[in-house]
């Protein structure tokens, strides 16, 4: 399929404007329709090759934050604080260090909290920005594949156009006019 070399060419033919006019995302798509080249790498690889330390450990802890095993481990991790630091276990040679009602164990929850509710909202933040990354390649991808339609839809009333000033001959058959 030949292509027309021209994005200027193509944004007056297809979408009836001017490519100076057009939006960035609209003179991208019509660049890449107009040198046959593909849309490019997807929103997961994007995000991934930009990815700060920071960022993919944000992600770590907002997976093992908010996951069942986590939230299992730490049931388990304070039942044995509590279990450890009452008079239950007193006569096995436990000594309780945090007694009743358990200030130091708060105050380590707290903290906890404090600095895993950011780091979450980090990697919020990133995925809300991967989104928008994906969001952005599909309105890319669904413009090319309209631009791409349009385009042969055009080739196809031409040819059209073409056949219908052709003569067909009496004696072929039916099949023979396609």
Do not use: C
Not at 111 to 135: C, E, F, G, W, Y
């Amino acid at each position: 399929m030949t292509r027309d070399a021209d994005p200027h060419k193509l944004a007056r033919d297809l979408l009836g404007r001017e490519y100076d006019d057009l939006e960035a995302d609209e003179q991208r798509v019509l660049k890449r329709v107009a040198s046959g080249t593909f849309t490019g790498r997807d929103a997961d690889e994007l995000a991934h090759a930009h990815a700060s330390y920071g960022d993919r450990l944000a992600d770590r802890v907002a997976a093992v934050g908010g996951s069942w095993g986590f939230i299992i481990a730490f049931a388990v991790v304070l039942f044995g604080w509590m279990l450890i630091n009452s008079r239950v276990l007193e006569h096995m040679g436990f000594k309780p260090f945090d007694e009743y009602p358990y200030i130091f164990l708060n105050l380590m929850l707290s903290t906890l909290a404090a600095v895993q509710a950011p780091i979450i909202l980090m990697s919020q933040n990133r995925q809300a920005k991967k989104d928008r990354i994906t969001a952005r390649h599909d309105y890319e991808v669904n413009l090319r594949t309209q631009l791409e339609i349009l385009r042969l839809s055009r080739k196809i009333d031409k040819l059209a156009g073409k056949l219908k000033h052709t003569e067909v001959p009496a004696e072929s058959g039916p099949d023979d006019q396609l």
